[in-house]
C-alpha cells in the first residue's frame, strides 16, 4: 500500500502508473485537491475542454470556491496567489491566444511574428511557437516568456487522462485529515510532500513544521520532499532545479530531496543503499525515484 500526503498529486499519480502497489490513501487536509485529481483523471479537466483563460481578476473571485482555479491558475499551486505577475501578465494572455485559438496577431503587439504551426496538438503547437519566440529572442531568457509553470500544468493535465483506463484508480482511497489522524496500516510506504519550510506556503500558510519532523521521525517506510530537513533525517536522493522565487518568473537554483527518517534508513538493505547512490549519480527526476 502507498500512502501519499499529496501535494500535487504528481507522486499519486507516477505510483498508479507504475503498477507497483495495489492501494493507494492519498491525504490532504485541503479536501478539494484531492477530488480534482481524481476529477482530473477522469477526464473532466483536460487542455481542450479548459481553452479559457483565467484573468487575474476572475481568479480572486472564484479561487475560494473553485479547486481548479484555485490550484492550476495560482503561483506554484499555492491555492493564494496568481500565476503570473503583472509585468508578464500581458504577454502570457497573448501567448494563450495563440496556442489554444491560433490568433497570432495578439504577439505582434510584444514584437512577435510567428509562422502559423501545422501542429495538431495543443502541446505541440506549444512547443513549436515556443521555438520560434527563442529564434526571434535568442538573447533573453526564455522563462521570462514561456515561464515552465505552463508547460508543465499542460503536460499534467494530459498525463492524468492516461489513468482513466487504469483498474488501480479504482483502489485509491481518499481522505482529507490532519497527518497525525490517518490509520497507517503496518508495512506501508509513506511519501509526504509537506509545506516546504520558509517558503511561501499559500493556503498552507501556519504550518506546524517542528510538529510534522516530531511525527515523522516516528514511522516506518516514510520518504518526504523539501528543500531540507533537520541533520536526524537522511537524504536519499536530490535534484538541482530551477525554482520561480516570484510571480514575475525570475527563477533561482535549488536542491529538491527525497528524505527519510532513521529508522527507515537503517533498515534499508545494503543494495539498497548502494541503489540510492547510483540514482543520485544519474540524476533521475524525484517522480522516479520514489517509484522505484
Known amino acids: 500500500m502507498l500512502i501519499c500526503f499529496s501535494g500535487g498529486g504528481a507522486v499519486t499519480h507516477a505510483a498508479l502508473l507504475s503498477g507497483k502497489y495495489q492501494h493507494f490513501i492519498a491525504n490532504d487536509i485541503d479536501d478539494r485537491l484531492v477530488k480534482l485529481f481524481i476529477d482530473c483523471a477522469y477526464g473532466k479537466y483536460t487542455v481542450e475542454n479548459h481553452p479559457e483563460w483565467i484573468s487575474r481578476e476572475e481568479f480572486k473571485a472564484k479561487k475560494d470556491k473553485d479547486a481548479y482555479i484555485a490550484l492550476v491558475w ?16 500581458g504577454m502570457k494572455y497573448a501567448y494563450h491566444r495563440a496556442v489554444y485559438f491560433d490568433d497570432l496577431e495578439a504577439l505582434k503587439p510584444y514584437g512577435y511574428n510567428l509562422t502559423r504551426s501545422d501542429k495538431t496538438s495543443l502541446y505541440e503547437r506549444y512547443l513549436d511557437y515556443q521555438r520560434q519566440i527563442k529564434r526571434q529572442t535568442p538573447n533573453i531568457q526564455l522563462e521570462v516568456v514561456t515561464r515552465q509553470t505552463e508547460i508543465e500544468r499542460l503536460q499534467s493535465l494530459q498525463s492524468l487522462q492516461s489513468l482513466q483506463s487504469l483498474q488501480s484508480l479504482q483502489s485509491l482511497q481518499s481522505l482529507h485529515l490532519d497527518y497525525q489522524e490517518v490509520d497507517i496500516p503496518e508495512g506501508a510506504l509513506i511519501y509526504c510532500d509537506p509545506p516546504y519550510n520558509n517558503t511561501n506556503c499559500g493556503k498552507y500558510s501556519g504550518f506546524d ?11 516506518d517506510n516514510i520518504f518526504i520532499s523539501e528543500y531540507q530537513m533537520p541533520d536526524n533525517f537522511i537524504t536519499v536522493a536530490y535534484i538541482a532545479k530551477p525554482i520561480l522565487s516570484a510571480a514575475n518568473g525570475n527563477s ?6 527525497i528524505f527519510t527518517n ?31
Open 252 to 257: 533561482k537554483k535549488a536542491k529538491e530531496s
Open 262 to 292: 532513521r529508522k527507515t534508513y537503517e533498515k534499508m538493505t545494503e543494495a539498497q543503499r548502494q541503489k540510492i547512490a547510483l540514482n543520485n549519480a544519474r540524476q533521475l527526476t524525484l517522480f522516479e525515484r520514489i517509484t522505484r
Open 74 to 89: 495560482s503561483f506554484a499551486n499555492n491555492g493564494k496567489d496568481y500565476l503570473y505577475g503583472k509585468d508578464i501578465e
Open 209 to 219: 513544521s517542528e510538529r510534522f519532523y516530531k511525527w515523522a521521525r516516528e514511522q
